[in-house]
């Protein structure tokens, strides 16, 4: 299986403090990889090093997409070229109309793969069927981009993202914090509806419940700034029973 | 004529220097007391008035020309009455305008009321929404004129200012005398776009709100050259002054509000919101006082401004004042200056639009608040054109709403 996403002796810090400590994690093609570790482990700021957060500043080591280091290159490209992030905490942007928005950027992603852009009509129909799958209030389109939106709300917004930008590589980090079941289910199915065999996920946690509704093929355990466990999704239960403090790096 | 000389002369003398009518002794006295505003004016301290004042200028004095009656605008060439219009309810004439304010606090006001031979009255006796549209020609003069607008009792009213023209270094000097009588109600929407090489206007104005009286201004102001706006407005019991401003200045151009509201009559209400885009070496200018006299008890004044300086060189002289003489009332007042959101311009560029696009989405978002005041959509979509146009430099028809393609689709939305 070939790798997508390769990260090779990552280290990063936030202002003086070093999170990443040597992190070393190659995500597969296709696959669904899941991160889990306790507070402060460093998840968060794996998936910002990831995107190119301005917060992160990687002092060291490699992010291999598609055969590129990617850690000099602008947010924008790392997201044309098919990373996407669905955010803990989405940003409220009042003024930003949450479907200009969307249309602004799956334009800029068409664009950028040579696709003809959409018109505002062939959006509009693709977009509302996406909404309809995961019974989305239809009004949330036309309000500003997350503003007054619930938790439930800014989470499934960030999935509709998803589906509508096509990306390869999708990082949802605590996708499923401050979800009530009901929209835990609808963005899990939007999630699971994604997954077509080429598309890889890498889904950070710090609780296990998620992965009942989106089954991993691989877990990663993150500790410390570094990857001390790697297996499959039968690590769940091992994590469960004896914590994360049985666990140091390989 | 140099503006400055005046203030070497008394009341009398400025009457005479200026070949004024003798009924304007009030005005001539109060400017020989306040004088022409210089460098060191408080109220003019961050913008370039001295040139203006210290300048020789040729006051542009045109021919009598024929005044038109056609259609639902007024409309003024280089400060002259071209066509007063056919609105019914809405009359339009020059004529001698003798309520000149007392107690304002700009030099200027005065002046140009001493400057203009006739005022143009507007009064409006029936509801009506209209056009004002300036047009601009002359080069290199003193273009002075008032306009006067009385809206009768229990009469509603809207009004949308419109310029045209750039009258390359001339300066613009005039304003108005709006009275919205007890129960009226005005809408008055200014959009002012200056250009890089046209005139300077300083618009020197006094409004007087009845009481229950409703007046609702929202400016707009897209500079790429100096130009002030100054008001005095007067608010009696349970009148209720709506401002917002939205100002958009670049091309190192020093713009903005000086302004005064006075809430003299109890229960009277006010609410001054200014946003301001400030780019390219540009100034704004926000020094606003919300005066609260003791007579106003019940008053409810709100006053804000929130600037972007979208670089370093650009600057931001805000200045929100509160002066209260009185306890039994609600009051707040507050300013900020800074950067746009980084957190929404980094999640706009996770989604893959260029740093420079997100930027200029989250300012026309920014700015779509004060142009959401406008409760006309035809207008507000035509200034939201003109910001977009002054701030892009050309204007996309690129809305989801209103496209004819996609109309039919968006309703089920």
């Given at each position: 299986m070939s790798k997508v996403l390769e990260i090779k002796n990552l280290k990063a810090k936030i202002g003086d403090k070093e999170i990443l400590k040597g992190l070393n994690l190659n995500l597969e093609e296709g696959k669904v990889h899941a991160i889990?570790?306790?507070?402060?482990?460093?998840?968060?700021?794996?998936?910002k090093a990831i995107v190119g957060h301005y917060d992160v500043e990687v002092t060291d080591g490699e992010i291999i997409y598609k055969g590129k280091n990617i850690v000099d290159e602008e947010p924008e490209e790392r997201a044309l070229e098919g990373i996407f992030l669905s955010f803990q905490n989405p940003v409220e942007i009042p003024g930003v109309n949450n479907a200009y928005f969307l249309r602004t950027a799956v334009n800029a992603r068409r664009k950028h793969l040579g696709l003809p852009e959409l018109n505002a009509a062939e959006f509009l129909r693709e977009m509302r069927a996406k909404v309809e799958e995961l019974g989305m209030k239809k009004e949330l389109i036309n309000r500003s981009l997350n503003e007054g939106f619930s938790g439930g709300e800014k989470k499934r917004n960030e999935i509709l993202q998803m589906m509508m930008l096509q990306p390869d590589v999708v990082i949802l980090d605590?996708?499923?914090?401050?979800?009530?079941?009901?929209?835990?289910?609808?963005?899990?199915?939007?999630?699971?509806?994604?997954?077509?065999?080429?598309?890889?996920?890498?889904?950070?946690?710090?609780?296990?419940?998620?992965?009942?509704?989106?089954?991993?093929?691989?877990?990663h355990v993150l500790k410390d700034g570094k990857i001390v466990k790697t297996a499959g999704p039968e690590l769940v239960a091992q994590l469960e029973k004896e914590g994360y403090g049985s666990f140091e790096e390989n | 004529m140099k503006l400055e000389i005046l203030?070497?002369?008394?009341?009398?003398?400025?009457?005479?220097?200026?070949?004024?009518?003798?009924?304007?002794?009030?005005?001539?006295?109060?400017?020989?007391?306040?004088?022409?505003?210089?460098?060191?004016?408080?109220?003019?301290?961050?913008?370039?008035i001295e040139p203006l004042v210290s300048k020789d200028w040729t006051v542009f004095h045109p021919e009598s020309q024929e005044v038109q009656s056609k259609g639902k605008k007024i409309v003024f060439q280089d400060g002259i009455l071209a066509?007063?219009?056919?609105?019914?309810?809405?009359?339009?004439?020059?004529?001698d305008f003798s309520d000149i304010d007392g107690a304002h606090f700009d030099g200027l006001y005065y002046l140009s009321h001493l400057l203009a031979k006739k005022t143009v009255i507007i009064r409006c006796s029936k509801d009506a929404s209209f056009e004002i549209e300036h047009n601009f020609s002359q080069s290199n003069v003193l273009i002075n004129y008032r306009v006067?607008?009385?809206?009768?009792?229990?009469?509603?009213?809207?009004?949308?200012?419109?310029?045209?023209g750039e009258a390359e270094g001339s300066f613009v000097l005039g304003g108005y005398d709006i009275f919205a009588a007890r129960d009226a109600s005005l809408k008055f929407i200014k959009s002012h776009t200056l250009e890089a090489s046209g005139y300077t206007p300083v618009w020197s104005s006094r409004y007087k709100v009845d009481s229950n009286a409703f007046f609702k201004l929202s400016s707009f102001d897209f500079a790429k050259s100096n130009g002030l706006n100054i008001f005095k407005a007067e608010l009696k019991e349970g009148a209720n002054f709506d401002a917002s401003h939205l100002l958009y200045g670049t091309n190192k151009a020093k713009c903005?509000?000086?302004?005064?509201?006075?809430?003299?009559?109890?229960?009277?209400?006010?609410?001054?919101?200014?946003?301001?885009?400030?780019?390219?070496?540009?100034r704004g200018i926000f020094d606003a006082l919300i005066r609260v006299q003791n007579s106003a008890k019940?008053?409810?004044?709100?006053?804000?401004?929130?600037?972007?300086?979208?670089?370093?060189g650009a600057y931001m002289a805000s200045k929100p004042q509160l002066e209260i003489y009185i306890d039994d009332l609600e009051a707040s007042?507050?300013?900020?200056?800074?950067?746009?959101?980084?957190?929404?311009?980094?999640?706009?560029?996770?989604?893959?639009?260029?740093?420079?696009?997100?930027?200029k989405m989250l300012i026309l978002a920014f700015a779509h608040e004060v142009v959401a005041t406008v409760d006309d959509e035809y207008l507000a979509n035509k200034i939201y054109a003109e910001f977009e146009r002054v701030y892009y430099g050309y204007y996309e028809l690129d809305c989801l709403k209103t496209c004819e393609n996609c109309q039919d689709t968006t309703t089920g939305l």
């Open positions: 889990m570790g306790p507070n402060g482990a460093g998840k968060s700021t794996l998936s605590e996708i499923d914090s401050g979800l009530d079941i009901d929209a835990l289910r609808a963005v899990s199915e939007g999630i699971n509806k994604s997954k077509d065999g080429k598309r890889s996920f890498l889904v950070i946690t710090h609780y296990s419940r998620i992965l009942d509704y989106i089954k991993p093929d691989y877990i | 203030n070497a002369l008394d009341g009398a003398s400025i009457l005479k220097e200026l070949g004024a009518n003798a009924k304007k002794s009030t005005a001539a006295s109060a400017l020989a007391k306040i004088k022409v505003p210089h460098k060191k004016s408080e109220k003019y301290r961050y913008f370039d066509n007063r219009g056919d609105i019914e309810g809405v009359s339009v004439e020059l004529g006067a607008i009385f809206v009768d009792a229990n009469t509603h009213c809207q009004i949308y200012e419109s310029f045209k903005g509000i000086v302004s005064e509201i006075e809430h003299e009559g109890k229960s009277s209400v006010s609410s001054q919101n200014a946003k301001s885009i400030l780019d390219n070496g540009a019940w008053t409810k004044a709100h006053q804000n401004s929130k600037a972007v300086l979208l670089e370093k007042h507050g300013s900020t200056t800074g950067q746009l959101d980084e957190q929404a311009l980094f999640y706009m560029r996770s989604r893959g639009i260029k740093e420079e696009d997100a930027k």
